[in-house]
Every structure is written in structure tokens, then in C-alpha cells.
């Protein structure tokens, strides 16, 4: 079956920059989607989203890309690998999934099976939202729907070719804040381990090519996605909203008082 839209983006290794999304907040995710980034991440692990946000989010994210200059896939980073966060993330509407702490292929393999309906997986069928975006029919459903594990334990770096190798599973996505602490980082960051988390991107991004499938990484700032993706990565994603309220209004304040007496 030929594969058109996201998920033939993804596995065509195309160069992708997504966004990142903390708030419970839907007019922000649909003014971030008609931006024009190619996909926008809901987090439902340790973003403040429960599911109903989930949904009214991925909603908001197809309105936004509606009027936007580009096509945008909205995503989930499910909270836990498991059928339940999953089939609800993609029953929501979810595009495709980021399924965090991936330690072996057999963590894969649970993740492939639990987003597709069978005979390849055992995804429970109920369409739901789903059925707007790809058809009811699961054949078609499986073929369209991402499925990306994460890199970020000591476990996951040990077996990444064993990971990338999996079958159903099209790309890997490190997180660097938990990938450093497992290389011996005392907080994110951390400059002193700069040589080996390096070298740990460098593994992936080539185990990744080498297996034929995409390789993500969650960045800060654009400048910190183009490096990455100048790197061997084939897509990044900016993070993320709160942060960068937060950094945007302290540069506000910042500037506003540069009269005041000191």
C-alpha cells in the first residue's frame, strides 16, 4: 500500500520540525499549528493534559492546519507504553505516537502491536476520531499510523540497533534531559558529560540511517533543531510552549524596566 501524508514523511527519512505542547490550552496549539511546522506533539506524559485535553488539543491542531501554509500532524507522547494510553492517544485523532522509556526490541514490539489493529497488532477497534483523518478501515489505519520510541534510558542506548531493527517501528526520538542523566549528567544539561552524550547522538542518528528509519530529537530553540538536523537527524522538535512563555515574558520585564533605577 502506497503511503501519502505524515507517516510517508516520516519513512521517506524527509527533514521534519515539529513543536511542543505542555498547556491544556487549545487556542495556543491551533495558533501553533497554522504556523506551518510539520507536526505538533501534545504531551500526555508530563505535560498538564489529561485525555479530554488530548482530544480538544488534536482538534485544535486540525483547525490550525487547515489555514496554515503547510500540512501538520498532530502527535502524542503517550504516558506509558501500554495499549491503553495509546489506542485512546490515536482513537483521539493522534496521527502517531512517541512512546517513552523504550528499553528493548520486545518494548517495541509491545508498542508496534498495541497501536495497530490486527492482524498486526492488537489495537481495539473503536475508529472514533481516527476515522476522519485515515478511513475505518484498519488496514488503512495501520499504514498511517507513526509509531516512534523513545531513546533516553542506559538500557535504550545499549540496544539501539536492536531497537531500530523492529519491524512496524518507524523512527526513534531521544530525549536528551533523561538520555543525559543516564550517561551520569547531575542535571540536564550538564556540561560535563558533553563528550559522551555527543557521541551517544552520533550512535543513534547513524544506528537510525543504517536501519532505514527516521531519527527525531527533542530540542530547545530552533538554532539547537537546525544543529541537530545538519547532524543526520531527520526531524526535531522545538519545546516548548511554557518555556517559552515564560522566557518571553522575562525578556518583556526585562526591557521594560531598563529605565528604572537599579
Known amino acids: 500500500m502506497s503511503v501519502n501524508g505524515f507517516a510517508g ?52 491542531i486540525d483547525a490550525g492546519a487547515a489555514i496554515g501554509p503547510r500540512p501538520t500532524a498532530g502527535l502524542v507522547r503517550v504516558e506509558a507504553n501500554d495499549p491503553t494510553p495509546i489506542g485512546r492517544a490515536l482513537d483521539a485523532g493522534a496521527t502517531g505516537v512517541i512512546v517513552p522509556l523504550i528499553d528493548t526490541a520486545d518494548d517495541v514490539a509491545r508498542a508496534v502491536r498495541a497501536a495497530k489493529y490486527p492482524p498486526t497488532g492488537v489495537r481495539s477497534f473503536g475508529p472514533m476520531r481516527a476515522s476522519l483523518r485515515i478511513g475505518p478501515v484498519p488496514a488503512d489505519s495501520n499504514a498511517q499510523t507513526v509509531v516512534l520510541a523513545m531513546i533516553e534510558t542506559p538500557l535504550g542506548l545499549k540496544n539501539v540497533a536492536e531497537i531500530c531493527a ?75 510552549d511554557l518555556s517559552h512563555l515564560e522566557a518571553s515574558a522575562a525578556a518583556h520585564l526585562e526591557t521594560a524596566r531598563q529605565s528604572f533605577p537599579s
Request: glycine share 14%; aromatic share 8%.
Open 9 to 60: 514523511r516520516v519513512r521517506s527519512r524527509e527533514k521534519l520540525v515539529g513543536y511542543w505542547i505542555t498547556l491544556d490550552a487549545p487556542p495556543v496549539a491551533e495558533r501553533i499549528a497554522r504556523l506551518g511546522y510539520d507536526y505538533v506533539v501534545l504531551d500526555g506524559q508530563h505535560g498538564l493534559i489529561g485525555y479530554q485535553g488530548l482530544m480538544t488539543g488534536l482538534l485544535a
Open 166 to 240: 523492529t519491524p512496524g517501528l518507524d523512527g526513534v526520538y531521544v530525549g536528551p534531559s533523561d538520555l543525559g542523566l543516564a550517561l551520569g549528567a547531575r542535571f540536564p544539561g550538564d556540561p560535563e558529560i558533553e563528550g559522551p552524550f555527543e557521541e551517544a547522538l552520533e550512535l543513534i542518528a547513524r544506528t537510525a540511517q543504517e536501519a532505514g528509519i527516521a531519527a527525531g530529537i527533542h530540542t530547545f530553540d530552533g538554532d539547537s533543531a537546525n544543529l541537530r538536523i545538519e547532524q543526520g537527524y531527520t526531524f526535531a522538535t522545538v519545546a516548548s
